[in-house]
């Protein structure tokens, strides 16, 4: 069951990149984002009201507080920056390529801030990762022409985003449930990009069915796929291994966008997809040894409350 969530976490998380492409050019990013989130909000609101009142009543101020700060980063903050560089000319794959260094800055700080044992094999199918990310970049960026440079900068102000959302979260005790952070989370990104869209002039959605079929995608796929899936493999099996993942979204993306829409694929891209695959395979032995035998195992930081991997 976990390959099977690890599988539909990294095609739904990296239809986020696609889906972002295929709405780019009907309407500006902050449009885009406000109509993917808005009815989402509306419809988790009603579904909260009529099913779900049960899930709220021990929920305190401050836990709903942090919930909005994690939304914010992880969807606000992390959407934004990637919306407005594929809005800027970068492809979907170099886009995800640039989120792939995530991993790398998650595994530095994982150790000082949350205590998690990370082992030598674990470094060096990071490293890997790492390898195979800058292999896929350089091929990508070289094809691509007529993109300012400052926009290859715009997706790593996301990618800090969303590591900063992930440690917040680890951080944090696991006692609320799932599906309340996802509607809090969404409810967040809607206020803020309305907002943000309202002030720009573009609320209102052009008359176009690609806006809508990506605003469909983004919202099933992306949102409902993508970032509960995030959580759900995060809480089951550790940031290491989540992050891990994290390298199979530019291989995957790339490829997802050569055959989607004739972005450059090539030689140095196949080799970077090899590397990426070479370090999923390394970390999650590595990992799977430690928990089966007698090494150490991750310590758990944060005021935690439950026991066992489920949410």
């Keep these: ?34 109509w993917r989130f808005l009815p989402l909000a509306v419809v988790l609101v009603l579904c909260t009201m009529l099913f779900g009142l049960h899930r709220w009543r021990s929920l305190r101020l401050h836990t709903v507080r942090r919930e909005i700060v994690i939304g914010a ?3 606000t903050g992390y959407l934004l920056t990637v919306y407005q560089a594929i809005g800027l000319g970068v492809s979907s794959g170099t886009t995800a390529l640039i989120d792939g ?8 700080l994982a150790g000082p801030l949350l205590r998690e044992y990370v082992g030598p094999r674990q470094w060096w199918g990071l490293a890997l990762g790492v390898a195979g990310v800058v292999t896929v970049t350089a091929g990508d960026a070289t094809s691509s022409g007529g993109v300012v440079w400052w926009a290859y900068l715009v997706p790593f102000a996301g990618m800090l985003s969303l590591v900063a959302a992930t440690f ?12 309340v952070s996802l509607t809090i989370h ?30 469909t995608w983004l919202v099933v ?15 089951r099996n550790g940031i290491t291994r989540v992050n891990t993942l994290m390298f199979l979204m530019a291989p995957v993306t790339a490829v997802w966008g050569a055959v989607a829409f004739s ?21 999650f032995h590595a990992q799977s040894r430690e928990e089966g035998g007698d090494a150490a195992r991750p310590i758990e930081a944060g ?8 949410p």
């Design 221 to 235: 796929l992306s949102t409902f796929g993508g970032y509960g899936l995030y959580w759900l493999v995060l809480r």
């Design 168 to 179: 917040l979260e680890r951080r944090s005790p696991r006692d609320t449930d799932p599906t």
């Design 1 to 34: 069951m976990n390959v099977l969530l690890a599988a539909a976490f990294v095609v739904c998380w990296s239809s986020g990149f696609i889906g972002a492409k295929l709405g780019a050019g009907t309407a500006d990013p902050i449009t885009l984002l406000m």
């Design 73 to 75: 980063l992880s969807q």
């Design 186 to 215: 969404c409810v967040t990104s809607a206020v803020l990009f309305t907002a943000m869209a309202a002030a720009g002039g573009d609320v209102t959605p052009p008359a176009d069915a690609t806006f809508w079929l990506a605003v």
């Design 101 to 108: 260094t995530q991993p790398l800055v998650v595994a530095v």
């Design 263 to 283: 972005e450059p694929f090539g030689a140095l891209t196949a080799t970077g997809l090899l590397l990426c695959l070479g370090a999923v395979t390394v970390v």
């Design 303 to 310: 005021p935690r409350t439950t026991s066992g991997s489920g």
